[in-house]
């Protein structure tokens, strides 16, 4: 992002010159939201009733690392523009079985400062309206009702808020102020250190895991005694105690078991949670077998301490400095973890 000596020149590069529009294209009609199976911080929106007003519909799921990373600047957005004639409409499409909890999502709305219109789209109705795949998708539709401009996953943040400024004055928004917003993300908001990330989103219930270096078939939806090896490749992960590997999750079955990753990233997450009806569960992260200190993640302590109080995405590891390969320990107090989801930046 251009600083403020910068923004004069950067606008003028970034924008046509007057009587030189760039055309857009014309995507089709807002579907809508008829199949929404409920709505948060509002009361149900149709294309209808947002006709002359610019919708911007963004496609989400709460845990989604790639799309708390977009979120900073979806609430600049509308805390700029909805004055002008902008509507947010996030249409929350869960991916694991507690995303469909009203009550998480309700919570987890307020929690991360969604304050725009939500539509709860827990049978992929409004998904399937707009032919969507993906997680975060955003699609940008004119006052009449066509949508003119997408973008599927993080980035492209100025491109899209020039759009959004297109839009607005081609609807007769007036004094509008161009210059585009500055963001300051923190925690698991913070954009991926792209230059130094070399491991993927992991999942670890067998429906889609992946580096799981004791995966075997005969083992599915049992409880299974496993034990972690003296290393682990690169993107390799294990379990120690007894697990139950389902097709969603692993699920901890006694107390004391843990599970490692050998990663390579600036920040490791684990999406994870108690089993329903289970208390909080204290937990404890290691890094390369000692407690991160400054490497800590805003859901764990400096000794690597932290409590699985709620299912969600939980930042355990933030390292500063040059990045290598290390190996990250979580390891839990109690049975009824669940863990999902490995996700870095």
Avoid at 87 to 102: A, C, K, Q, S
Avoid at 224 to 236: K, S
Avoid at 259 to 275: I, K, S, T
Wanted: with cysteine; glycine share 10%; aromatic share 12%.
């Amino acid at each position: 992002m251009a600083d403020e000596r910068e923004r004069g020149p950067f606008r003028s590069l970034a924008h046509r010159l007057a009587g030189d529009p760039e055309r857009l294209p014309d995507e089709g009609r807002l579907p809508g939201f008829s199949r929404a199976t409920g709505w948060l911080n509002s009361e149900p929106l149709t294309p209808e009733g947002l006709r002359g007003r610019v919708v911007l519909v963004d496609f989400w799921t709460y845990t989604c690392v790639n799309w708390l990373r977009t979120l900073p600047y979806l609430r600049a957005w509308h805390d700029k523009y909805a004055a002008s004639g902008l509507t947010i409409v996030g249409v929350h499409t869960p991916e694991f079985g507690f995303e469909h909890d009203r009550t998480n999502v309700t919570a987890r709305t307020a929690a991360l400062g969604v304050r725009y219109p939500v539509a709860v789209d827990d049978d992929y109705g409004v998904w399937e309206d707009f032919a969507n795949h993906y997680w975060p998708a955003l699609y940008l539709a004119d006052a009449d009702g066509r949508l003119r401009y997408h973008h599927f996953g993080e980035g492209e943040y100025a491109r899209t808020e020039m759009m959004i400024q297109r839009l607005l004055l081609d609807a007769g928004a007036a004094d509008l102020d161009l210059d585009l917003v500055m963001v300051e993300p923190a925690g698991v908001e913070v954009a991926a250190d792209w230059r130094d990330l070399r491991s993927p989103e992991t999942y670890l219930g067998y429906g889609q895991s992946s580096g799981f270096v004791a995966e075997s078939p005969d083992r599915y939806d049992r409880p299974w005694p496993y034990e972690t090896p003296r290393e682990l490749p690169l993107n390799g992960w294990a379990l120690s105690g007894r697990w139950t590997q389902t097709r969603a999750a692993a699920v901890l079955d006694e107390a004391g078991g843990g599970l490692a990753y050998a990663f390579h990233a600036r920040d490791a997450n684990l999406v994870m949670g108690p089993a329903a009806g289970e208390p909080g569960i204290p937990f404890q992260v290691l890094l390369d077998g000692h407690p991160p200190g400054d490497a800590h993640g805003t859901d764990v302590d400096a000794d690597g301490r932290g409590t699985l109080d709620r299912q969600d995405t939980f930042q355990l590891i933030r390292q500063t400095g040059g990045i290598a390969e290390r190996v990250m320990e979580v390891r839990f107090e109690r049975a009824g973890a669940e863990a999902y989801c490995f996700t870095f930046g």
